[in-house]
């Protein structure tokens, strides 16, 4: 056994601007280069003159309405200096990272503000600060890195007069390692970099990339089934998730003594994707891999999303896909070559076109491997499969993988310059995967199109399965001053429509806020009543997370 310390405080957490973009305090501004924007005043309408709130326009913020007593109460179980009631502290917390988080931080439409950030050091004091809680009636809303994009950190306050953040970022252990049974037990506050630091000295990977990969928590990734970008290589997190530790104002809950089991259904799974509404995850015992030794990325392209969907469903099937497999659509490739490309775009388009490409898909594949014979027999068996694309090889691939991280600061500078600029995701089976595009792009177009306005929908294919695969859009389109909020829900909820009886409401961003209103066409009403049964048991007052996963409960008490 072995106890590492993981990283200092957060210090962006408390910083009230850091949370108005991605970028963090320090960090370089990212810019539009000139040729973006003319690019994007061609296509969209785009011009500058629409420029919004600027980061930092941020609301009041109204004083914290936890009673002192239980403020007391909480300090007692943490100590009195992490209980945070200060309008900085608690702003920095209030709410996620998603468009509309952002745009009312920068003063846009009404900001919730919790009324305190309470921050455990292990898991019996969240344990004692849940029962506190559940006693006195205060709402909870567990806080990994807050960079839910669905509504699942807001503060909302359900029937209870105050609600208070659980920061878990002093959970932020390395517990042991077992190099034997490849397993390590991590604490849930653990960001994402610092575990790939802390496993790394142990040889080990996670292999989990998201891209919200530098803030993201490991509890936040079990408590939303995250994917990552190397899901084809190392499987969604929930395939990771080798044992989970629970607190709930009911006691500790722990969950996973062997590596199968056939001890009735697999209750891990009532816990991954519980979104903090049935207890506060604060031990994983997750699956590590080897580090690879060598890795190489490629670009190359298909012609026309149909070939393109076709290429990536055969590498699955064949069982040759990258570490890495991303299909981008022709919207895509263009808004990808057109914003960061500049000059070699010109010279790229000119190859293509020279080969009779029209339509072109770009294709990232990332192998990884341990040995160089592994490596070219990988690159080999890919290769062979996707006869028909045309290869950009790794200047292409590279480049990609350098920005792999870099899309939240575009938004932030897109943002910055009056664009209406986000995402959605869904997944259906290979039959009905462009049907599903085809509409989810169709409602998107329909409702952000107006006189002057004429959005972008982009797509890609980033996680592939046997049966099917993920869709993930990006629409971009000039932001309307009058109403910024109303224009980009509007075009949410088109699309949700889109999707019913298609595909998946979400693939990896969770429920949240935003889709509990579409669990039930999903799941059943038979599901909704066995996930609130669940929460009964686990959670009898209802102060976890309050108005999330589960859409509002009418029976519930007032
Ligand atoms: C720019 C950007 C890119 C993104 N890219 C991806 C991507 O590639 N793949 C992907 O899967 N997601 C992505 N996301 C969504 C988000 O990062 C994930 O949902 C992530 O898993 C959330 O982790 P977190 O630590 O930030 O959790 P938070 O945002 O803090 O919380 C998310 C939810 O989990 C709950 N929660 C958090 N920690 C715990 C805990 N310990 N116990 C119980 N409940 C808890 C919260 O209450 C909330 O409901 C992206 C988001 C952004 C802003």
Not at 321 to 331: E, H, Y
Not at 346 to 358: D, K, M
Not at 473 to 480: A, G, N
Request: hydrophobic share 40%.
């Amino acid at each position: 056994m072995s106890a590492e310390r993981n990283h200092p405080d957060r210090p962006d957490q408390l910083d009230r601007l850091a949370r108005s973009g991605w970028a963090r305090a320090g960090d370089a501004a990212a810019a539009l280069p000139a040729h973006a924007g003319r690019w994007l005043a061609a296509r969209t309408g785009w011009t500058p003159a629409g420029t919004p709130a600027a980061p930092g326009a941020v609301a009041p913020v109204p004083p914290s309405a936890l009673p002192a007593s239980v403020r007391a109460e909480l300090g007692t179980i943490v100590g009195v200096e992490h209980v945070l009631v200060e309008a900085d502290d608690r702003l920095g917390r209030s709410g996620g990272l998603s468009y509309v988080d952002l745009l009312r931080r920068r003063g846009a439409g009404d900001l919730l503000v919790p009324d305190a950030v309470v921050r455990p050091a292990d898991p019996g004091e969240v344990g004692r600060v849940l029962a506190a809680c559940a006693e006195r009636g205060v709402g909870v809303v567990p806080f990994g890195g807050g960079t839910s994009v669905v509504g699942g950190v807001a503060a909302l306050r359900g029937r209870f007069d105050s609600v208070v953040v659980l920061d878990l970022d002093r959970l932020d252990r390395l517990v042991s390692v077992d190099p034997v049974s490849r397993l390590a037990v991590l604490q849930a506050g653990v960001t994402a970099p610092r575990a790939e630091e802390l496993l790394g000295r142990h040889g080990f990977t996670l292999g989990h990339f998201p891209q919200s990969y530098e803030r993201a928590t490991l509890g936040g990734f079990a408590a939303t089934r995250s994917s990552g970008q190397a899901s084809a290589g190392y499987g969604r997190f929930e395939d990771m998730v080798a044992g989970v530790r629970l607190a709930t104002p009911r006691g500790d809950w722990r969950l996973g003594v062997a590596p199968a089991s056939a001890a009735g259904p697999d209750l891990k799974h009532l816990v991954i994707g519980s979104e903090g509404a049935f207890g506060v995850i604060t031990e994983l015992t997750l699956r590590v891999r080897p580090k690879p030794v060598l890795t190489r990325y490629e670009g190359f392209v298909l012609d026309g999303w149909a070939a393109g969907v076709d290429a990536v469903r055969a590498l699955t099937h064949d069982g040759v896909r990258g570490a890495v497999t991303r299909l981008s659509d022709p919207q895509e490739t263009e808004v990808g070559f057109e914003l960061k490309g500049g000059w070699k775009t010109r010279a790229v388009r000119g190859y293509l076109a020279a080969r009779g490409v029209r339509e072109p898909c770009l294709l990232i594949v990332g192998w990884e491997a341990r040995t160089a014979a592994q490596l070219r027999a990988k690159r080999k068996a890919t290769r062979a499969s996707l006869r028909g694309a045309v290869a950009l090889g790794r200047p292409v691939g590279e480049a990609w993988r350098h920005g792999r991280f870099a899309g939240p600061r575009q938004r932030d500078a897109l943002m910055d310059q009056g664009v209406c600029v986000e995402t959605l995701e869904t997944a259906a089976h290979w039959s009905k995967l462009s049907e599903l595009r085809a509409a989810v792009a169709r409602a998107l177009t329909a409702e952000l199109t107006t006189a002057g306005r004429r959005p972008v929908v982009a797509c890609h294919v980033s996680h592939t399965y046997e049966t099917g695969a993920s869709l993930y859009f990006t629409v971009l389109v000039p932001r309307d001053p009058e109403d910024p909020v109303g224009q980009w829900t509007r075009a949410k909820e088109a699309a949700s429509a889109a999707i019913r009886g298609l595909g998946t409401i979400t693939h990896h961003h969770a429920v949240g806020v935003d889709h509990a209103p579409h669990l039930a066409a999903e799941i059943g009403q038979l599901g909704v009543d066995v996930l609130r049964a669940v929460k009964r048991e686990l959670d009898p007052e209802g102060v976890l997370n309050p108005g999330k996963l589960l859409p509002e409960d009418p029976t519930a008490p007032r």
